[in-house]
């Protein structure tokens, strides 16, 4: 009995391990890598959220108002620079866009706002051209 018990936990293990490896690889970006925040073409500012919770309800189009909006972003301008400290794949699901986005943690390292840490979407960053840092881009392609 106590042998079952012990591979059972082995095997929780295991397949915890594989999941979380899986995850990491799906991700889009490396922590410890520089990017660019900017948004499209018609809006270049990133908000910069205080959570990542937020940051998924927003996605999703749950928010609500322009007053709780503000009470929990910073608006970087685009070019800011960042470093990237943690990244969740897939856990968006913005309301107006067919595909999944990751979140990703960063640490803004120029502007107005630099030192503060917060949340950004996917789509929000870009490698950071001409950096003597590591590259933020994983070359594993996002399904």
């Given at each position: 009995?106590?042998?079952?018990?012990?591979?059972?936990?082995?095997?929780?293990?295991?397949?915890?391990?594989?999941?979380?490896?899986?995850?990491?690889?799906?991700?889009?970006?490396?922590?410890?890598?520089?990017?660019?925040l900017e948004s499209d073409a018609v809006?270049?500012?990133?908000?910069?959220?205080?959570?990542?919770?937020?940051?998924?309800?927003?996605?999703?189009?749950?928010?609500?108002?322009?007053?709780?909006?503000?009470?929990?972003?910073?608006?970087?301008?685009?070019?800011?620079?960042?470093?990237?400290?943690?990244?969740?794949?897939?856990?968006?699901?913005?309301?107006?866009?067919?595909?999944?986005?990751?979140?990703?943690?960063v640490k803004i390292?120029?502007?107005?706002?630099?030192?503060?840490?917060?949340?950004?979407?996917?789509?929000?960053?870009?490698?950071?051209?001409?950096?003597?840092?590591?590259?933020?881009?994983?070359?594993?392609?996002?399904?």
């Open positions: 009995m106590k042998r079952l018990v012990c591979l059972s936990v082995a095997l929780a293990c295991l397949f915890q391990a594989r999941a979380m490896a899986e995850s990491q690889a799906l991700c889009t970006v490396s922590a410890g890598g520089r990017v660019v809006d270049p500012d990133v908000f910069l959220w205080d959570s990542r919770d937020r940051l998924i309800d927003y996605a999703a189009g749950q928010w609500g108002n322009t007053r709780a909006i503000f009470a929990h972003t910073v608006l970087a301008e685009p070019g800011t620079q960042a470093m990237v400290v943690a990244c969740y794949p897939s856990v968006a699901h913005p309301k107006f866009s067919a595909g999944d986005e990751d979140a990703i943690g390292l120029s502007g107005p706002h630099r030192g503060r840490y917060g949340w950004v979407l996917s789509s929000d960053i870009h490698l950071s051209r001409g950096s003597a840092g590591q590259s933020a881009v994983n070359a594993v392609p996002k399904n």
